[in-house]
Antibody, heavy 119, light 107 residues
Framework: QMHLEESGPGLVKSSGTLSLTCAVS?????????WSWVRQPPGRGLEWIGE???????NYDPTLKSRVTISIDKSKSQFSLILTSVTAADTGVYFC????????????WGRGTNVFVSS | DIQVTQSPSSLAASVGDRLTITCRAS??????LAWYQQKPGEVPRLLIY???TLQWGVPSRFSGSGSGTDFTLTITRLEAEDVATYYC?????????FGQGTRVDLK
C-alpha cells in the first residue's frame, strides 16, 4: 500500500524559504500520477498549492505561482516543495498527496507536517 | 478561474438523519469533482470521485450526485463517526480548488 511522508523544518523565518520533501513508498513514484501539495492554515480549510506529474510537468495555484516550485527526484522516490518569501499567512499543515489522472480523486495523503512562519 | 461554492458552512443533525451538502462550480466541470472527509486532527479521506463513484472501503451510506455545475454529497443515515468537516474539490482544470468546507456536528 502506498505511503507518503512529509519532512522538513517546522519553523521558517518570515521572508525566508520553506522547503519540504515527500517520500513515496509502497509504490512507484514513476507511475501515472499527479504528486500534489495541499496546505491547511490553522482552523481553516484545505488549499491546493500545486502538483507535478511523474514525467515532470507542473501546475501551480495562480496566487502562489510566483513563489512555488515543485520538483521530483525519481532516483530517491521523492518530490519536493519550495515556497519562497514566506509570511505568517503561509503557516499551517502541509500535506503531500497523490491523484491518479484523469478521473480519480486524491486518494493517498501523507500525515501532514506543521510549518510555522515566525517573524 | 472556476470558483467552487460549498454550502452550508456548518450543520447539526441527529444520528440517523439524512444529510445533504452542496457544491456549486461557476462553470461546467463535467464530473471532475471529489468529496473528502476530514475528522479533527486527521488527514483528509477521499469519499467520492468522478462526482458519483464511491471510493473503495467507504460506507454505502455516502453517495454523490450531479454533473456540470451542481453536485451533492448525501449521507443517508448519519452515524456518530461521521462528525467531520467535508470538502469538495474540482479537478477538471487548474487550479484544483477545494470548497470552503462543511462542518457536520451532532445535535
Amino acid at each position: 500500500q502506498m505511503h507518503l511522508e512529509e519532512s522538513g523544518p517546522g519553523l521558517v523565518k518570515s521572508s525566508g524559504t520553506l522547503s519540504l520533501t515527500c517520500a513515496v513508498s509502497g509504490g512507484s513514484i514513476d507511475s501515472a500520477s499527479w504528486w500534489s501539495w495541499v496546505r491547511q492554515p490553522p482552523g481553516r480549510g484545505l488549499e491546493w498549492i500545486g502538483e507535478i506529474y511523474h514525467v515532470g510537468a507542473t501546475n501551480y495555484d495562480p496566487t502562489l505561482k510566483s513563489r512555488v516550485t515543485i520538483s521530483i527526484d525519481k532516483s530517491k522516490s521523492q518530490f519536493s516543495l519550495i515556497l519562497t518569501s514566506v509570511t505568517a499567512a503561509d503557516t499551517g499543515v502541509y500535506f503531500c498527496a497523490r491523484r491518479r489522472p484523469p478521473a480519480y480523486g486524491t486518494d493517498v495523503w501523507g500525515r501532514g507536517t506543521n510549518v510555522f512562519v515566525s517573524s | 478561474d472556476i470558483q467552487v461554492t460549498q454550502s452550508p458552512s456548518s450543520l447539526a443533525a441527529s444520528v440517523g438523519d439524512r444529510l445533504t451538502i452542496t457544491c456549486r462550480a461557476s462553470q461546467d466541470i463535467g464530473t471532475y469533482l471529489a468529496w473528502y472527509q476530514q475528522k479533527p486532527g486527521e488527514v483528509p479521506r477521499l469519499l467520492i470521485y468522478a462526482a458519483t463513484t464511491l471510493q473503495w472501503g467507504v460506507p454505502s451510506r455516502f453517495s454523490g450526485s450531479g454533473s456540470g455545475t451542481d453536485f451533492t454529497l448525501t449521507i443517508t443515515r448519519l452515524e456518530a463517526e461521521d462528525v467531520a468537516t467535508y470538502y469538495c474539490q474540482k479537478y477538471d482544470s487548474v487550479p484544483r480548488t477545494f470548497g470552503q468546507g462543511t462542518r457536520v456536528d451532532l445535535k
